[in-house]
């Protein structure tokens, strides 16, 4: 008779505890341990959580705890770097276990599915072929061989379409001409080695020595130009390690996993391709998730996981190098539930595993070139363009007492014709959808304003519609001003839609190619939408951010930037370093080839310093400016902070809640003695009511991390525990990336 054993399982619930359960009856403690999954009843619900710890001490009396519903794994189905990942995602966040774990699943594990990929029926042709002489009474037989001669293996739900019948499929495995084959149904691309390394330059070389010369954890930044071959580094990084059949991880921006992307990858190594991206289905991601996981030495395969942000959460027994292109972009960060920064959890999985770990960047973020800069990380510099192109030269248009249509300069119409007379492409940027930002009525300043936000609605043309980009709400365009009802009213500014037409009645005869998020909705779309563009007709693209990366336009020359600059008048202490990135990404899509390019950025500040710097040196000594500016404010990457938000739809609630916690803190602070804390808040969110609800903010800063990350430990409990307030919801931003 062993002594009475308790399970204390992680579940994803806001609340900052583990919850004991019963085993099952009569089932034994060798069945259990850490990281199996398990379905419990909490509250009315059933929901999966993981095993943390078996012990035989629990919290409240064992006659209160309830058994759990059933265990649903015989082995930890993560690995056990992965697993302890979820665990310091928990402590450095300060976020429940529970919902760290769960961030580790994918979805359909998280709801307790079994961990089984999809198996499908495969025939194909057995090595060995009967006389075909017995099938002359089955044309139908004869035509699926045949079909199967002309198509390698083939699923049945193809076959199926291609007008055959399983029976007809049957006959022949019965006959022994077909094999049927139970097997995956997802396939990885399967990489195929078409072409060579390149010759690298001085630059390339030095920084793929370095790499090379080090074994173990170790952080490199390389720091290059668009276009300087930082990919080709990597290419030529990863290649070793793939030779040996093992694992590299890359990860990519949100809208960076372009085909291009992947096609490099693919055309260079006899590995296999995995992508794992935000438009897999759930099945597809459970699939490739497995598989990634399943991967062996044995195979002696190496394998290529290409994905976004979560992707630094898959199992990969043998991973022997990670990389993160773009390192800069925003899209690393997750901005809702535990809001971590993927580039910041890859280094920490580096080092666990004690693996290298490549950071490129044409525009580092701040945080990492101060990292490279005081030697934590090698710091690698790529300063030209690798093969043929030169960098494009950066221009700047005042257009203060111009004459502007639909939101360009008129003085633009003849650079833009001499590009396509010269048969090469012109790129034209407006980080805003729809046709214009505001519609405004010119006798009384109305404004056509959401009523779920503090914001104005977009005016959108194709289909005609008033859109609050901020919480989705859409209404139909009034013909006359709300409040004084003249038929004045009108468009004020320019979105792509705008550009878009403006543009095409210029230019009759030239083909005008919107992208952004509207034109690009259904799958493929990019793919169509920019065949003229690869095909290398003169043509005009209007586009959003979705064309700032992962795209290689070699004929584009000219980019025009619209509005970028409006980012160095905002209320965030970042938007500096972003609206920068932002300007040298879209000029990068300039001149990739042998054609020298021009960017031009297009504003009514021209003489903003920051602007010059760029222009007349570089990003790299604006950001050497932008860093002195943070050190002497104490603020990232000198200082740190969390941020926490707090949000309600009744207003004033939000605000009241961070009160109550700001008193708290504030006698926390005087007990601990830590003189050395700033805190700043409750204030209104830059946009107090978003989506219907009223948000609040409170900063807490200090100039060191570890202070910082104790103080919120200690009063973490407190916050939970604060009453009162059941219709605010709140969370913490360790780190936060944005203010908004
Ligand atoms: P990045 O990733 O820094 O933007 P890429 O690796 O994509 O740069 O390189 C830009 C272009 O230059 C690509 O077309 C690539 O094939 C080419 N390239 C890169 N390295 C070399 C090299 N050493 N010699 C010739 N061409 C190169
Ligand atoms: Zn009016
Ligand atoms: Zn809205």
Redesign the pocket.
Known sequence: MTSPFYLSVAIAVPIPKLFDYHPQPDSDMSHYQAGLRVTVPFGSRELTGVIVNIHQNPQISPAKLKPINALLDTKPLLPLDVYQLGHWLSEYYHQPLGECLSLLWPVLLRKGEQALGSKQTQYSLCPTQPDPGVLKRAPRQVDLLNYLLLNDAQWQKDLVKAGFTPTIMQGLVEKGFLDKQERNSFQPIKGERSQTP????TE?QQALTCIESRSGFKSFLID??????????YLQAIAPHLEHGKQVLILVPEIGLTPQTVQRFAQRFDADVLLLHSKLNDRERLNAWLMAGEHSLKSHRGQIVIGTRSAIFTPLPNLAMIIIDEEHDQSFKQQDGVRYHGRDVAVVRAKTLNIPIIL?S?TPSLECLHNGLSGKYQYLR?TQ???N?TSPELQILNIKNQAVHHGLADSLLKPIQDTLDKHQQVLVFVNRRGYAPTLYCPDCAWIAECRQCDAKMTLHQKPAHLHCHHCDSKLNIPRQCPECLSHKIQAMGAGTERLESHLQYKFQSTQVIRIDRDSTQNKNAMETLLKPVHDGEPCIIVGTQMLAKGH?FPKVTLVIMINVDSGFFSADYRAMEKTAQLILQVAGRAG?EKDKGVAVIQTEFSDHPMLHLLKEESFHALSLALLDERKNQHLPPYGFQVLLRADCHQPKEAEMFLHRVRQLLNQHQHALNMPNLNMIGPLPAPMELRAGRFRSQLWVAAHNRKVLHHFIGVVLKDIYEVKGFHKVRWGLDVDPTDNM
């Open positions: 390149l010759t690298l330059n390339q290059g130009i668009t276009g300087s071959g930082k990919t080709e580094i490129g044409a790529l363009r690798a093969g192109a290689h990739r």
